[in-house]
C-alpha cells in the first residue's frame, strides 16, 4: 500500500492566488481528514469526511478555505484567495470506521505552502 | 470537552538517557490513547497506543501505560538515540456518533545529543 499521497510537497504562491492541495486516502479507508500544523496553533482539524459526506467542518477557519472528496480516492482543499496567514503544513490522514478510535489514522507528508 | 495536555518542549537529552514526556488528559466518556512521532519533514506516525485502563502500549522501546485514575498516559523510553529526535504527540479518541476524531496535544519536541 502506497499510504495517503499529498501533492504537492511544497508549494509557494502569491497572497490573492487560488491555491489546490490534493489528497489520495488509503484505499478502503472511508474516513478522510485535513490537519492545519503551525508553530502558533500547533495542529487544527479543519475538516473530516466520511463516506465522501462532510462530517464536521467546524475547524476551516473561514470562507475562503473549501474542501471536497467527489469520490473515495480522491479530496481537495482549496485556499482562495490566499493569505500569508495561510502559510503552514497541511495534512491528509485516512482511517476506515470503527477504527479511528482504535487505531488511529494514517497521515500523509504534508504539503507545505507558503503564501508571500 | 475532551483535551490533551503535554509537558512543553523543546527537551534535549544525551544518548542513552531516559524519557519521560508526560501527557494527560480529559475526556468525556472511555477514550482510546495514541502517541504519534513525526521525524523532521514528515507526516505523523504512530507510535503507540492503548484503548482501556491499565493497557500498556508498546513499540521501539517507547512504552506508556493508561492510567485512568491519574488521566495520565506517559511515554517512555529506557536509553534514548540520535535517532530519536523528532515532535511527539499524545492524543486521544473517543468513540461517538462522528466516528472517534483524534484530538491532539501541542507536541513535545525531543532533541538527543551523541
Known amino acids: 500500500d502506497a499510504g495517503v499521497i499529498q501533492s504537492p510537497r511544497h508549494e509557494v504562491t502569491e497572497m490573492g492566488q487560488e491555491v489546490t492541495l490534493r489528497c489520495k486516502p488509503i484505499s478502503g479507508h472511508d474516513y478522510l481528514f485535513w490537519y492545519r500544523q503551525t508553530m502558533m496553533r500547533g495542529l487544527e482539524l479543519l475538516i473530516y469526511?466520511?463516506?465522501?459526506?462532510?462530517?464536521?467542518d467546524s475547524g476551516m477557519p473561514e470562507d475562503r478555505f473549501s474542501a471536497k472528496m467527489p469520490n473515495a480516492s480522491f479530496s481537495t482543499l482549496k485556499i482562495q484567495p490566499s493569505e500569508p496567514r495561510d502559510s503552514a503544513v497541511y495534512f491528509c490522514?485516512?482511517?476506515?470506521?470503527?477504527?479511528?478510535?482504535?487505531?488511529?489514522?494514517?497521515f500523509g507528508s504534508g504539503t507545505r505552502l507558503t503564501v508571500v | 470537552g475532551n483535551s490533551v495536555t503535554q509537558m512543553e518542549g523543546p527537551v534535549t537529552l544525551s544518548e542513552e538517557a531516559f524519557l519521560t514526556i508526560n501527557c494527560t488528559y480529559t475526556a468525556t466518556g472511555y477514550p482510546s490513547l495514541f502517541w504519534y512521532v513525526q521525524y523532521p519533514g514528515e507526516g505523523l506516525q504512530l507510535l503507540l497506543k492503548a484503548t482501556k485502563a491499565d493497557d500498556k502500549g508498546s513499540n521501539k522501546g517507547f512504552e506508556a501505560t493508561y492510567r485512568k485514575e491519574t488521566t495520565s498516559f506517559h511515554l517512555e523510553k529506557g536509553s534514548v538515540q540520535v535517532s530519536d529526535s523528532a515532535v511527539y504527540f499524545c492524543?486521544?479518541?473517543?468513540?461517538?456518533?462522528?466516528?472517534?476524531?483524534?484530538?491532539f496535544g501541542q507536541g513535545t519536541e525531543l532533541s538527543v545529543k551523541p
Open positions: 490522514a485516512s482511517s476506515s470506521t470503527g477504527i479511528p478510535s482504535t487505531y488511529g489514522y494514517t
Open positions: 492524543a486521544l479518541s473517543v468513540r461517538n456518533n462522528q466516528g472517534g476524531k483524534l484530538i
Open positions: 469526511f466520511n463516506n465522501n459526506v462532510p462530517i464536521d
